[in-house]
């Protein structure tokens, strides 16, 4: 009885700091539609399926699925970060592919990125293509770094974007309070990974200098950095969600979202409590009840 209280009160403590995957990032849709009921509509379907299926057992894949009129020929793919767990993973692209079919009601392509996952289709080869397209900038408040702290935020990005001759389509790195996160669409090979990484921290250096926070999408790579008190993107960190309602409207920004996490874990944390407090009054009134019969 008592260690499995014991599991219990443990698991309803340290879920909150499970973190869940999928706000909304960015997300856009082919000018073209197809026509609903037509062959492409069902090809895109089992599409979708077989990433939402693949992202169970791996953080990357691609499909193509072969048409006989070479346009309709569709090509897809996944990525999530290279930190999340299969579970988190699989929710994230279910959670993506359910808000692609939202966003991009019978559109012949679309993409999608989420906290932790990008999903992408279109009848145009992008497989294995690199796209240094930029998709979205985001820098936090300025703050006052002092020029040790400055020179620890440029460590950190520099470090993600310097190849240790490895093929690494996931990075992360840290200094003090500082900490980043780093991740290519796998389909680039180790040089254009590189190659797209090592350009992002140029321009993430650039475009957010002094800010407690920033993040910049390219298509096929990304580069995140917060300090300590700001954002937490690194590693462990990741803000990730899954309880939380469906859609977010993309055209809002989504900065909002940090203090109902905030909230979230706070609310977490209290129930858990609270549940473990019960859990301990019933088994004391137990153990008491086992004494008192002696
Ligand atoms: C993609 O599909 C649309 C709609 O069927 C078609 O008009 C377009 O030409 C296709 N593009 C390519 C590159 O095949
Ligand atoms: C697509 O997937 C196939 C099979 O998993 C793999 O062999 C191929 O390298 C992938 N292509 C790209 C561009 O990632």
């Known amino acids: 009885m008592a260690p499995l209280i014991f599991l ?6 340290t879920t909150p700091a499970i973190s869940s995957v999928g706000s909304f990032v960015y997300g856009g849709c082919s000018q073209i539609k197809y026509t609903p009921g037509c062959p492409y509509e069902s090809n895109v379907n089992s599409l979708l399926t077989s990433l939402v299926n693949s992202a169970t057992l791996t953080v990357y894949n691609n499909f193509t699925i072969k048409s006989p009129t070479s346009q309709d020929t569709l090509y897809g793919l996944f990525q999530c970060q290279g930190d999340l767990s299969n579970v988190d993973c699989a929710s994230c692209v279910a959670r993506a592919v359910s808000q692609l079919g939202t966003l991009c009601p019978d559109s012949s392509g679309g993409a999608l990125q989420l906290d932790g996952c990008f999903v992408k289709y279109d009848n145009t080869t992008f497989l ?3 796209d240094k397209t930029e998709v979205l900038k985001k820098c936090g408040p300025l703050i006052a770094y002092d020029s040790d702290g400055l020179n620890r935020r440029d460590g950190v990005l520099d470090y993600l974007g310097t190849s240790d001759g490895s093929y690494k389509p996931f990075r992360v790195g840290g200094s003090g309070d500082v900490s980043a996160v780093a991740q290519c669409v796998q ?3 180790a040089s254009e990974c590189q190659d797209c990484l090592s350009e992002v921290v140029g321009r993430l250096k650039t475009y957010c200098g002094a800010a407690a926070s920033g993040d910049l999408y390219l298509a096929k790579c990304y580069v995140r950095f917060s ?3 700001a954002h937490s993107y690194g590693g462990n960190d990741l803000k990730v ?3 939380k309602g469906e859609s977010h409207n993309p ?3 989504d900065d909002d979202d940090d203090d109902d996490d905030e909230e979230e874990k706070t609310l ?3 129930v858990g409590l609270i549940a473990a ?3 301990l009054i019933v088994f004391l009134t137990f153990l008491k009840k086992r004494l008192w019969k002696r």
Do not use: C, H, N
């Open 8 to 13: 219990l009160t443990i698991t309803l403590l």
């Open 268 to 270: 977490a944390i209290l």
């Open 128 to 130: 294995g293509v690199e």
């Open 251 to 253: 055209a809002v920004d």
């Open 241 to 243: 969600k899954t309880q």
């Open 277 to 279: 407090v019960a859990l």
């Open 227 to 229: 300090k300590a008190g």
């Open 187 to 189: 389909d680039l090979s």
